[in-house]
């Protein structure tokens, strides 16, 4: 099991964010997709006025013929079932989920992006 930790300056406060791996999913999804768990939880929209918490958070590659790489973070239950199709965040050019993971885990805020669920 591996465990990411970063300290972030965020309105004057310092917080740490954990992600521990929890387990490879990828038989759920077209390419690789790994659970996480997330502390403290994070937040993902709705709508445009209602958002919720979540633990855990997929991180997925897809294989997607003609398209660059792209990982993309969803809200997840504890088993991996996705709570909502809004994205959390997503990268593009990159297939490595776990050095984005790290990236994520230092990064000072989440953008999240507005969006209805499907």
């Not at 999804?29 to 958002?51: C, H, M, R, W």
Request: hydrophobic share 40%; glycine share 4%.
């Amino acid at each position: 099991m591996s465990q990411f930790k970063a300290d972030f300056l965020y309105n004057v406060l310092i917080m740490q964010r954990t992600i521990t791996f929890i387990k490879d999913i990828s038989e759920q999804f077209t390419g690789k997709a790994y659970l996480y768990k997330i502390d403290p939880p994070v937040e993902y929209l709705l709508n445009q006025e209602s958002s919720a918490l979540t633990s855990f958070v997929v991180a997925s590659a897809p294989k997607l013929p003609l398209r660059d790489p792209q990982i993309y973070l969803f809200p997840a239950d504890e088993s991996g079932k996705l709570l909502d199709w809004t994205e959390l965040m997503d990268w593009k050019g990159t297939g490595d989920i776990d050095a984005v993971m790290r990236e994520w885990a230092g990064a000072p805020s989440h953008k999240i992006a507005v969006r209805e669920s499907l």
